[in-house]
């Protein structure tokens, strides 16, 4: 098959987008699988993945393949030209009986191939791997960024410039979002230090140490990244926020950009927001069947708040903007005041928060009263003033959607009260409360079955919850773990799904919170009173289902 024919099979890449980039290989020559990477329509690990299916060269796997030490290629030097070979990526790993085993990306490179067979008499055999792999294994023999960013720096912001457009720096961005878009990173964090500095990426929740490279190449590479999001790459005092727009391997990805000053340096965040992979789907969230009523019937109120809670990165406004698509728009006006504005939604009006010129949440809220809306999402209370329109908007008919830092649901109300907000204005105006975390999902590619013991179970109460819920499992305990690959990063987990405790705030409750003055006493009735289930417990179905582990389900609650 050619090239072209396996992308399209093997990656859903049109025909169009096949004919457009054979007319630009007519046009400036090249390989037709760079022409794809620089358009963004496949990665180079989906491109190595279709040439190893092409020519018949194995992938190379570095959990499986053993990499020998410096030793091999100085034994090298006397029968090769080492520097050569590693210059065009062709990197020797080890020595099979008489055949040297090379990894390149590269392999219808015919000058670098015929040097090869004729210095090596044919014994050779080749695996392929992307250049950022490469890169990886040939930094313990050489210093191959020395060199990298040819042009001299000054410090200044012309010079910045010129580094920040050369080739291999562009390509190295590229290759680094690539991998960060294969990995499923949310995160890419490039962190200075006092000698390497550290990129990492955040998967899944989790941060992960991906590379370190030296203070040349780091600043040419932030430098690139301030350009593209049309930031003062000369500013590196204060803050900085931007964005832009990309496509890798034929996902369109949103970037946002955050720097800021360290005392070793400049730091810089890239939030990588998947257009395609927007679902916001209430029943892909992890919501158990048992909970789904409750959380439809709060949804679908008049008017009253809806609080989710949690902290920082737990998914709260995923589940917001989840149930507001699920609400229909044709019907209902929906207004939304973000900081910022993540995603971009059809049928709702968005507002982006600019505390600096007045903007605040409170007076948007002020503001959108006089819009007529049936439902108010504010992306998070954050003070008194909030709180008190926010109350006043759900007292005066409208459906209010929130969120709020607190470590459970019931201790939300109380949260309120520390934020000056009377108890009988909670009564009045509060519907329900969703506190949640994020766990991640078992690799579905590696996890296989797994056995917990009895022991295990016993600890953590997990025969009694089995009991309770017999009719979410079914029957079946389906625990899985996962041994680690390519696709999970060798995690065993890939995805993330998130677990709720949920309560409506009843008659009962209301009571409860009045008398009481005590988040243990309204968390004592709501499990007595109501099938009410911690974060944990919710967890641990999950973990029993076969959809995360009990290690994880630990780790987060």
Partial sequence: MLLGEILSDKFDLTSSDIENALEVQLEVGGYLGQILINMGLVSEQQLMEALSMQLGIPLYDKQQQEVHDGLL???????????????????PLKKQGDVLLFITNDPLNNTVLDYLTKTLNNA??????TEQTINELSRAFRDDRKGVVSLSFDGSAESLKE?????????????????AVELHASDLHLEPSESLNHIRFRIDGVMHEIDAIDEKLFLSVISRVKLLAGLDIAEKRLPQDGKFSTKIAATLIDVRVSSIP???????????????????????????????PTLNSLINMPYGILLVTGPTGSGKTTSLYSMITSLDRSVKKIITVEDPVEYKLD????????????????????????????????GEIRDPETAQVAVQSALTGHLVLSTLHTNDAPGSLYRLVEMGIEPYLLNASVIGIIAQRIVRRSCPF????????????????????????????????????????????????????????????????KEVFLKAHNVDVIRTHLIKNHRFRRLREDGFIKAIKGVTTIEEVLRVT
């Fill in 73 to 91: 290629i100085k034994n090298l030097e006397s029968l090769i030209d080492v520097e050569y070979i590693l210059k065009r990526n062709f990197f």
């Fill in 347 to 378: 049928g709702i009006n968005q507002i982006q928060v600019k505390s600096d010129i007045g903007l605040t949440f409170a007076s948007s809220l002020r503001s959108i009263l006089r819009h007529d809306p049936d439902v108010i999402m504010i």
């Fill in 262 to 292: 360290f005392a070793v340096g400049e730091g810089v965040v890239m939030r990588l927001l998947y257009r395609q992979r927007l679902t916001f789907d209430i029943t892909k969230l992890g919501v158990e069947r048992d909970v789904l």
């Fill in 163 to 179: 580094m920040a457009a050369e080739a291999p720096v562009i390509r190295f961005l590229n290759n680094l979002l690539n991998n």
């Fill in 124 to 129: 050779y055999s080749l695996l392929l791997a």
């Fill in 446 to 509: 590696c996890a296989k079955p797994h056995d917990v013991s009895d022991e295990i179970k016993h600890a953590h109460n997990l025969f009694e919850l089995f009991e309770r819920y017999t009719d979410i499992f079914e029957g079946t305990w389906n625990f899985t773990k996962g041994d680690g690959c390519r696709r999970c990063a060798g995690t065993g987990y890939r995805g993330m799904i998130a677990i709720f405790e949920t309560f409506k705030y009843t008659e009962d409750l």
